[in-house]
């Protein structure tokens, strides 16, 4: 048996397991979002500011994904919201079935569903967890051409969050051109320019993910 | 054959390699670090501002990974120093033998061998690339709870490059709490404090690596 095989019967299995979380999520009217990102890009911060900017809108509830710690759970359930960690005791991404089992632990009043994955710009981008769709957050700070350095997560995403846009004055980094690369990788991206400090760029942010909401 | 013999497997046939590199570059009086971060902390730039910096003391050669693009190569090029750039086509950390590959394409002028990772903060931290120690480059934009939340990454490592500390100013985030919490998960590190724009902090760092390099 070759480790190529043994993968394949992993993705199988995920995929599988996957389709049937989709098909039940789309049955409650719950829409799950699959957020990606490098490690400190602030894919937390924009839940945290997500929640707090669409109460009126839609209810959320969030299954975090990290090597180590609950930080991340307990700045969420700060917000009231329901929420799930998942410590994958160091692997390097969410699979389907960690998903699956998270989701036991929540009530299901809610509209919308995030899934924080380990922050990774890798391995996650090939896993589905039966999510709707996919959302890579970038960082002004890390440079212009994370898009091209890692295109599989920018590839299956359906939105590019730029996030830390209150940092442009300071740094040698071009939004443009991100953005620019993005699209050379998928010019299907939405793309939204936010802070999650000044709170520029979330309302129409959180007015997309409600037309998805109310689309679903 | 489970997954985790398979595993088991590739890690053994890894050591056997990286031990028998590690033995050549010692024999040939090369010092190889592997550098490791999240993407976008700012390896090529602390290559870059080293390189510049230490052309007086000692010589320096470069393996970088990626998985796709040369964009690294080519800004390290830029330098004229030896180089060579490893895609990796999607895979998440770099392996001893792509090293050894790699290393055929170098001359063997050189004191120092940087090996930059793939921009990942979990997978590489498990691989021996045959390197005489390796070094987490963080910045200061990612938050103070990394070394908490990708802690193989710091426990594997000999020492911490804060990097970006010219943002502190513009961020709400605290050097001193990264260095309190990489201390934690690892009390012998090294930890030095720099920024690559303005080349506050370089100089203790090309330092510490020459007093290491003689050492060797």
């Known amino acids: 048996m070759s480790v190529i095989k043994v993968e394949r019967k992993i993705l199988e299995k995920n995929d599988a397991i996957a389709q049937q979380l989709r098909a039940y999520f789309t049955e409650k009217k719950i829409f799950a979002v699959n957020l990606l990102s490098s490690p400190g890009s602030g894919k937390t911060s924009l839940i945290e500011q997500t929640v707090k900017n669409s109460r009126s809108l839609f209810k959320t509830a969030v299954i975090v994904g990290d090597l180590q710690t609950d930080n991340d759970a307990q700045r969420i359930a700060a917000l009231s919201i329901p929420v799930v960690q998942i410590i994958t005791n160091g692997s390097c991404h969410l699979e389907a079935n960690l998903v699956?089992?998270?989701?036991?632990n929540l009530n299901e009043n809610f509209d919308l569903l995030f899934i924080e994955?380990?922050?990774?710009?890798?391995?996650?981008?090939?896993?589905?967890?039966?999510?709707h769709l996919k959302v890579v957050v970038a960082s002004t700070t890390e440079g212009d051409d994370k898009p091209l350095k890692y295109p599989a997560a920018y590839r299956n995403s359906s939105a590019l969050v730029i996030n830390k846009i209150d940092l442009i004055p300071h740094i040698n980094s071009d939004p443009e051109a991100i953005k620019k690369n993005a699209l050379l990788i998928n010019n299907r991206l939405e793309i939204f320019e936010v802070s999650c400090t000044t709170n520029q760029g979330i309302e129409s942010w959180t007015d997309w993910l409600h037309s998805k909401i109310k689309q679903s």
Do not use: H, I, Y
């Open 117 to 131: 994955n380990v922050g990774n710009l890798v391995c996650p981008a090939g896993f589905d967890l039966g999510e």
């Open 100 to 104: 699956r089992d998270a989701f036991q």
